[in-house]
């Protein structure tokens, strides 16, 4: 039976988390509980909670997250001229209904436990639809069971970093061509010279002066935007006590003073890199972000890291373009074409840029 959850705490954690393959962080039990709790996902802010479970005699067996979201900010599968041409059209776009990881850009399960329940769910997902313009599920994993699902495909570009069973960062680099080896190596240098010590904690670890300066750095990145971050300090403290084990703070100090941070997440395979700030520093960033993320991952033996969205400069850095995926179910049959087309024109780009940006990759051949 199809059950609708209007908070994640009327699920059991334990049962959830259960179905959550390799421990991914971003739909945990502990990460959707700490934006409920803390108020960045609600219906202030347009992400309300309409997770979906299928539940037998034995319990708990398959959910589908889902959120009915008023607006398209925070998702990073980027659909706001959909909403503007289907508007203009007379529609109503929002609210739409959306399969997710809040505020996160990380691929990974979307239909979680047993995956012969997607015809449950799409049927009921078409009984929903009656009152929404649109379902869209976001960054499902390969061979996700939301392949199952109807719907079209939308893909895109990120830029990972892979593990070949490296022994150390230096192995790493052995792969690449002199000229960036050598780059890199300038750029690590830069940061020491400048004296600014990198630590990596685990969140679990960390104090409460540490995480408060994260928070600091964290909110400047936006603010010199003239925004504000999605997550307040509570999601934080919330993320830091219910997920601490899955955590990494990495702290940039100079002297006494930290002048920038990190933060990232990691489950059994995969590190994820999430949220940055800091002082104006040359290179610090991609110490920061980038290089000490692939140290730890080489000595936590993790095959993958995602750093996040966008940003081609991770190109020269060994971080490969990877195919990302999205899958839409639109409700009004013309706009369904419009958007098939769209998509279709879309994917030979996608195609065309992601051969581009690997011929671009700065390892010897």
């Not at 479970?53 to 979201?69: H, N």
């Not at 015809?119 to 649109?134: G, P, V, W």
């Not at 490296?166 to 000229?179: C, E, I, P, Q, V």
């Not at 049959?333 to 998509?343: D, G, S, T």
Request: proline share 5%; glycine share 8%.
């Amino acid at each position: 039976m199809i059950r609708e959850l209007t908070s994640i705490h009327q699920a059991d954690p334990a049962a959830w988390d259960a179905l959550v393959p390799n421990r991914y962080p971003f739909l945990s039990h502990g990460f959707l509980s700490a934006l409920e709790d803390s108020h960045a996902c609600c219906a202030d802010t347009g992400w309300i909670t309409k997770h979906l479970v299928y539940e037998d005699a034995c319990g708990l067996r398959a959910a589908l997250p889902l959120f009915e979201k008023h607006h398209s900010r925070g998702e990073y599968v980027f659909d706001f001229s959909w909403a503007d041409a289907f508007e203009r059209a007379g529609g109503d776009y929002y609210p739409k209904l959306l399969t997710a990881a809040p505020f996160t850009p990380a691929t990974g399960p979307r239909l979680l436990g047993d995956a012969q329940q997607a015809a449950s769910f799409q049927a009921h997902l078409e009984e929903l639809l009656t009152q929404y313009s649109s379902w869209h599920g976001l960054f499902p994993g390969h061979a996700d069971p939301l392949e199952q699902m109807a719907g079209d495909w939308r893909y895109g570009v990120q830029y990972h970093w892979h593990n070949a069973n490296y022994a150390d960062f230096d192995a790493f680099l052995a792969g690449m061509t002199s000229k960036r080896r050598k780059a890199i190596k300038r750029e690590r240098r830069i940061v020491a010279d400048q004296g600014i010590v990198l630590k990596r904690i685990l969140g679990s670890d960390t104090t409460a002066t540490q995480r408060a300066y994260f928070y600091h750095y964290y909110q400047q990145t936006y603010a010199v935007r003239g925004q504000r971050g999605y997550l307040n300090a509570q999601s934080f403290e919330y993320l830091f006590e219910r997920l601490g084990d899955q955590m990494l703070l990495v702290l940039a100090e100079h002297g006494d003073e930290p002048v920038g941070a990190a933060l990232l997440f990691f489950d059994d395979t995969t590190l994820y890199g999430r949220y940055w700030g800091g002082q104006p520093a040359d290179c610090l960033h991609f110490e920061a972000c980038y290089y000490q993320g692939i140290e730890f991952a080489i000595e936590q033996g993790l095959q993958h890291f995602d750093p996040g969205a966008q940003g081609e400069h991770k190109i020269p850095r060994g971080f490969e373009p990877t195919k990302t995926r999205s899958l839409h179910q639109i409700a009004h049959p013309e706009f369904k074409a419009a958007v098939k087309r769209y998509l279709a024109q879309e994917a030979l780009a996608v195609d065309d840029w992601q051969q581009r940006a690997t011929e671009a990759l700065p390892f010897k051949v």
